[in-house]
């Protein structure tokens, strides 16, 4: 195992986070009433919906636009959730077929190019003390923490009804308030009828990256066991260790 001085990490837990929160099993579907739905009433729901959370899994479609390029990169695979905070994604990109697993354990969040024989390994901020400072990675709220601790760092709106998938959807748009820890907009499209996100939207670099996570198969409080979010490289593997904890 080779290890690398300290960089930079990259957001280990953006794609992760986004594409996980708020997702659980509903207790029970609510049907909104047309045209009276709040920012407050969905995001009641969201967490009502996310306390009930025990385990998800999807399949995942990523795209990824680079306006500097021109280019749009394509990823699929699966994601895998389980309470308090445990997840894993995995990609295969349409093109170079590529293979990239990231898993977020008790305590760090791995970066693993298969392919590459590649990892990255960051040491997660610890939720409760992100709490207290009000900070840390923003795509945590509504997986990991109550969502409705966006308000600290987000202006957020409903825009029109959308059908994503054959699923109708309220999209909500969370613009970063500044001074705060956000970074970059995002849009969450939020099932009208069971509260779970169908796909969502995240703009990077002052709009110059555009990448969007679309979910299907969806299926919740299924089993899933703790060894899904476990990595421990071999000696094969090339690994870059960052100690900074995320969120600081």
């Not at 690398?4 to 009433?33: D, K, M, N, R």
């Not at 390029?69 to 997840?87: H, M, N, S, V, Y």
């Not at 959308?162 to 613009?175: A, F, N, R, W």
């Amino acid at each position: 195992m080779k290890l690398h001085p300290l960089t930079v990490i990259p957001t280990l837990l953006c794609i992760l986070a986004l594409g996980c929160a708020a997702f659980a099993q509903p207790a029970a579907p609510v049907e909104p009433s047309a045209g009276t739905l709040t920012v407050a009433a969905l995001l009641d729901h969201m967490e009502a919906t996310r306390k009930e959370l025990k385990t998800f899994k999807a399949d995942v479609t990523k795209t990824r636009f680079v306006a500097a390029l021109d280019e749009t990169q394509e990823d699929a695979g699966r994601i895998e959730f389980k309470t308090p905070r445990l997840l894993r994604l995995d990609l295969t990109n349409a093109r170079t077929k590529k293979e990239t697993i990231i898993f977020v354990g008790k305590e760090y969040a791995w970066l693993y190019r298969v392919t590459d024989k590649q990892a990255e390994r960051s040491r997660l901020v610890d939720l409760g003390e992100a709490d207290k400072k009000k900070s840390g990675n923003p795509l945590e709220y509504g997986l990991a923490r109550d969502i409705h601790g966006l308000l600290d760092a987000y202006n957020i709106r409903l825009l029109p009804d959308e059908k994503i998938g054959g699923v109708e959807t309220t999209p909500m748009e969370l613009t970063p308030k500044q001074g705060t820890y956000a970074e970059g907009k995002v849009i969450f499209w939020v099932s009208a009828v069971n509260w779970l996100p169908v796909q969502l939207r995240e703009y990077k670099s002052d709009d110059e990256i555009v990448e969007t996570h679309t979910f299907t198969n969806i299926q919740t409080n299924v089993l899933l066991s703790d060894k899904l979010f476990e990595f421990t490289p071999d000696k094969t593997v090339d690994v870059i260790l960052h100690d900074a904890v995320q969120g600081n």
